[in-house]
Nanobody
Framework: QVQLVESGGGSVQAGGSLRLSCVAQGNMFSINDMGWYRQAPGKQRESVARITRSGSSNYADSVKGRFTISRDNAKNTVYLQMDNLKPEDTGVYLC??????????????WGQGTQVTVSS
C-alpha cells in the first residue's frame, strides 16, 4: 500500500544540474529518515544523502558542496538538488524512506529508481 515514486532524472552535461523528487504515497503513520542512494553498473550501492524528519542531513564525501537534500513533511516528499554534476555521478538513484504504517515499527521502503546520466 505504501510506495515511493521518484522523478526528475535525466541526461545532462558535466557541470549541469538536476533536481530529483520522491513522494511517499499510501497510508502511513509516520516517515522517519529519508535518503537517496545510487548504484552504477558493477558498483556497490552507496548512500548519497540522508535527512531526518527534523531536517538534519548528511552527505557522502563525494557530493558534499554540490548536492543538497531537503524534505517537505506536509507533502511526504524528499528532494535532491544536484549541482555541478560530474560523469562519476552517473547511476540509478533510488529513494529510501523509513516508514511506519500499520505496524508499531518502522520499515524500510525503496523506490524503483531514476536514471541520472552525466556526459563529459
Amino acid at each position: 500500500q505504501v510506495q515511493l515514486v521518484e522523478s526528475g532524472g535525466g541526461s545532462v552535461q558535466a557541470g549541469g544540474s538536476l533536481r530529483l523528487s520522491c513522494v511517499a504515497q499510501g497510508n502511513m503513520f509516520s516517515i522517519n529518515d529519508m535518503g537517496w542512494y545510487r548504484q552504477a553498473p558493477g558498483k556497490q550501492r552507496e548512500s548519497v544523502a540522508r535527512i531526518t524528519r527534523s531536517g538534519s542531513s548528511n552527505y557522502a564525501d563525494s557530493v558534499k558542496g554540490r548536492f543538497t537534500i531537503s524534505r517537505d513533511n506536509a507533502k511526504n516528499t524528499v528532494y535532491l538538488q544536484m549541482d555541478n554534476l560530474k560523469p562519476e555521478d552517473t547511476g540509478v538513484y533510488l529513494c529510501n524512506a523509513e516508514i511506519r504504517a500499520q505496524e508499531p515499527f518502522f520499515k524500510s521502503y525503496w523506490g524503483q529508481g531514476t536514471q541520472v546520466t552525466v556526459s563529459s
